[in-house]
C-alpha cells in the first residue's frame, strides 16, 4: 500500500544548483570515458566517478539540500523510517516514485517488515547503483525492486539467485525461490530453481526445506525422470516423512504415492514396506495395483513380462540412481593433460529377474579429441603442408560402450547420464549433466563450453574433473499377446 500525505513546497534554488552541478559532472566523465583518443599519444581519461558516488552517497546520508521526504511504516510499529531524499534521483530511477512525487513532497510508505528493513539498501542503490545482499535478503530486496519499478536492480537480483541456487544457508532456500518465483510468474528463475532440485535432490530430502515443498512442487519433482538421488527407496522414505508432516486430504496423499516408481525397488524392500509404513498402510488400497504389477514385474522375465504389459512408461523408466549397481563415480586429475580411460559393471536391468547379470562398461575420455572438420589434412598449394591444428580447437569427448554382447540385451537399451560436480560454498553438488541418445556412445555436446586448461574452471575442483556415470537400462515392449 501506498499513502500519500502533504502539499509539497516550492523546490529551492539550491537544490536546484546542486542537482544540476551534480548532472553536469556526470555528463563530463561520460564523455571523457567515451571520447575517440587512439590518434593522440598524449591523451589520458581522467575518471573521477568514485568521487562522484561518494557525493552521492554522502547527499544521502546527510540529506543535504533535500526536497521530498519517505516515511517508511510498517504494521508491527507505530514509528516510521524516515529517509531525506532528493526527487530528481529517485525518479530518474523509478518511475513509481516519479508519479509519487510529482506533486507530493511528503511520501507515506506502508511495507512488510521484511522489506521495510532493506529500504535504506534499497534507497542507497537509487543513489549509487550498488548494493549488497545476502541470501534471505534476495526476495525482499526482488519485492521492493518489483513494486517501484527498478528494473535493473530486479534483474540483477534475479541473477544473483540463479547463481547462489547451491550457497550454504542454514534453512535452506532454493524451494522458498522457487515458490516466490511461481507467485511472480519469473519462468527463468522457476526453471533454474527446478533444475537444482532435481539435480541435488537428496542434499534437498535430508534438509529443513523438505518439509516447506508444497503439493505443486512435490508432484512436479516426482514426475522427473532425471532426478538424482540414491535410490528410489531414499524417495519413498523422504515422501512418507512429507505426508507424515503435512498431512494433506487422502486424494493428494494418493497422487503423491502413485507417482513413486515401485518396479525400481527391489522385492525385499517392498515387502518390508507393506509391514512397517504407516502411510503405505493407510493408503494400500489406492496403490495396491502398482505393488502388485511392481511384484510381476520382478517375478518374470522382462521379455516376458513385456508381451502383457506397457513397459515404455514412466513407471518403468529409472531415474539417475547414484547406488553402485546403477553406475560408477570416476574423478580425472588434471584432465586437460591426455586421454583417460574406466571401466565399470552395472546390473543388466531393475528386474530382480537380471539381478545376477552384469553389464561391463569402457569409458574413454578424450580432452582434446579433434572432430573430422578439424583434422589435419594436406593442402592442395603446398606439396606435403598440413594445415595447423591448434590444441583449444579440439573438445572433450566422452564414449561409453559395453565391452561385450550378449542374448541378454534383447529387448534392452541403454541411457546414459553423466553428471559434472562442481564445488561451492565448501559443497559439492551437480550443476551440469548430459544425457546420451539410446543409440549413441557419447553426448555431442559433453563439456562443449569447458575451458579445462584452467584451474579456475567452474567445471573442475582442485583441478580435477568429477563425473559420476549413470547406466539406465530401459525395457522395451517386442511381442504383444492378446489378453
Known amino acids: 500500500m501506498v499513502r500519500l500525505t502533504g502539499a509539497r513546497p516550492a523546490a529551492t534554488r539550491r537544490w536546484g544548483c546542486a542537482a544540476a552541478a551534480f548532472l553536469l559532472l556526470l555528463l563530463t566523465v561520460q564523455a571523457a570515458q567515451k571520447a575517440d583518443l587512439s590518434g593522440d599519444a598524449t591523451a589520458a581519461t581522467i575518471n573521477h566517478s568514485l568521487t562522484l558516488l561518494q557525493r552521492l552517497q554522502e547527499l544521502l546520508q546527510n540529506g543535504n539540500s533535500s526536497d521530498s521526504v519517505l516515511r517508511v511504516r510498517t504494521a508491527a510499529s507505530d514509528e516510521a523510517k524516515v529517509f531525506h531524499t532528493h526527487q530528481l534521483l529517485l525518479s530518474l530511477q523509478s518511475e513509481v516514485f516519479e508519479g509519487l512525487l510529482r506533486n507530493q513532497s511528503v511520501v507515506t510508505l506502508h511495507e512488510p517488515p521484511e522489506t521495510a528493513a532493506l529500504f535504506e539498501k534499497f534507497i542507497r542503490y537509487l543513489y549509487c547503483g550498488g548494493v549488497s545482499i545476502l541470501l534471505h535478503q534476495a526476495i525482499p530486496m526482488h519485492q521492493l525492486a518489483s513494486k517501484y519499478r527498478v528494473w535493473g536492480l530486479q534483474r540483477g537480483v534475479a541473477d544473483y539467485m540463479k547463481t547462489h541456487l547451491a550457497s550454504e544457508s542454514s534453512q535452506g532456500h532454493v ?18 530453481c527446478l533444475q537444482f532440485l532435481a539435480w541435488n535432490l537428496s542434499a534437498v530430502l535430508g534438509s529443513a526445506e523438505w518439509a516447506s515443498v508444497s503439493v505443486e512442487l512435490l508432484l ?9 538421488l540414491h535410490s528410489e527407496l531414499e524417495l519413498y522414505t523422504a515422501v512418507e516423512s512429507w505426508l507424515g508432516r503435512q498431512q494433506p486430504e487422502d486424494p493428494v496423499a494418493e497422487r503423491v504415492l502413485r507417482a513413486i516408481r515401485y518396479p525400481m525397488i527391489a522385492p525385499s524392500q517392498l515387502f518390508r514396506l507393506q509391514v512397517q509404513s504407516a502411510v503405505l498402510a493407510r493408503h494400500y488400497g489406492a496403490v495396491q495395483d502398482l505393488l502388485f504389477q511392481a511384484f510381476q514385474f520382478h517375478a518374470a522375465s522382462p521379455l516376458h513380462f513385456a508381451k502383457y504389459f506397457d513397459v515404455n512408461c514412466s513407471m518403468f523408466l529409472p531415474r539417475n540412481y547414484l547406488a553402485p549397481s546403477w553406475g560408477s563415480q570416476w ?19 531393475p528386474s530382480s529377474h537380471d539381478a545376477g547379470k552384469r553389464v561391463t562398461w569402457n569409458v574413454l575420455f578424450s580432452p582434446r579429441w579433434l572432430p573430422v572438420s578439424l583434422r589435419p589434412v594436406y593442402s592442395d598449394s603446398v606439396s606435403g603442408a598440413i594445415q595447423p591444428v591448434r590444441i583449444e580447437d579440439g573438445r572433450p569427448r566422452l564414449v561409453i560402450t559395453p565391452a561385450m554382447s550378449s542374448p541378454d540385451f534383447a529387448g534392452v537399451s541403454f541411457q546414459k547420464t553423466v553428471l559434472v560436480g562442481v564445488r561451492q560454498q565448501g559443497r559439492i553438488f551437480i550443476k551440469h549433466a548430459y544425457s546420451f541418445h539410446q543409440s549413441s556412445d557419447e553426448a555431442a555436446d559433453f563439456l562443449a563450453h569447458a575451458d579445462l586448461q584452467k584451474r579456475t574452471s567452474e567445471y573442475l575442483i582442485d583441478n580435477s574433473l568429477h563425473l559420476h556415470i549413470i547406466i539406465k537400462p530401459v525395457y522395451h515392449s517386442l511381442i504383444k499377446v492378446k489378453k
Do not use: C, K
Not at 518465483?181 to 519462468?187: L, Q, T
Open 331 to 349: 574423478v580425472i586429475n588434471n584432465p586437460a593433460r591426455d586421454d583417460r580411460s574406466t571401466s565399470f559393471q552395472t546390473q543388466l536391468g
Open 220 to 228: 512436479l519433482l516426482l514426475e522427473r525422470s532425471d532426478l538424482v
Open 175 to 192: 524451494v522458498g525461490w522457487y515458490h516466490y518465483a511461481v507467485r511472480i510468474g519469473d519462468a527463468a528463475l522457476q526453471e533454474s
